[in-house]
């Protein structure tokens, strides 16, 4: 069994910055990439952020120079600090993971069940 749990959400004004962290934990053998996932109000998901490896990186568009996703592998977690905040970046942020368990020899998705990040204007 593996769990994904997320912590660090909140509400912030404008301009400002926090820092998500998702730690996965039970049976796990490797973890591939890890990625940030969030939903807006009304809005489907959509990805945020990608870490592959140690440091191969990817980002959204609307992110990209305000958002720095990391990894700790000794921690199986995963960061975001997000910083100059606005309120378009309201959502529920999620965080997945490829996991290989033990006894399924393959990586498989797994999520977290989210946490809110509020911004107000």
């Known amino acids: 069994q593996v769990h994904l749990v997320e912590s660090g959400g909140g509400l912030v004004q404008a301009g400002g910055s926090l820092r998500l962290s998702c730690a996965a934990s039970?049976?796990?053998?490797?973890?591939?990439?890890m990625n940030w996932y969030r939903q807006p109000p009304g809005k489907q998901r959509e990805l945020v952020a990608t870490?592959?490896?140690?440091?191969?990186?990817n980002y959204a568009d609307s992110v990209k120079g305000r958002f720095i996703i990391s990894r700790d592998n000794a921690k199986n977690t995963v960061y975001l600090q997000m910083n100059s905040l606005k309120p378009d970046d309201t959502a529920v942020y999620y965080c997945?993971?490829?996991?290989?368990?033990?006894?399924?020899?393959?990586?498989?998705?797994?999520w977290g069940q989210g946490t809110q990040v509020t911004v107000s204007s």
């Open positions: 997945s993971a490829r996991i290989m368990v033990p006894g399924i020899f393959v990586f498989q998705d797994y």
């Open positions: 039970g049976s796990i053998i490797s973890i591939d990439s």
């Open positions: 870490i592959a490896g140690a440091s191969s990186t």
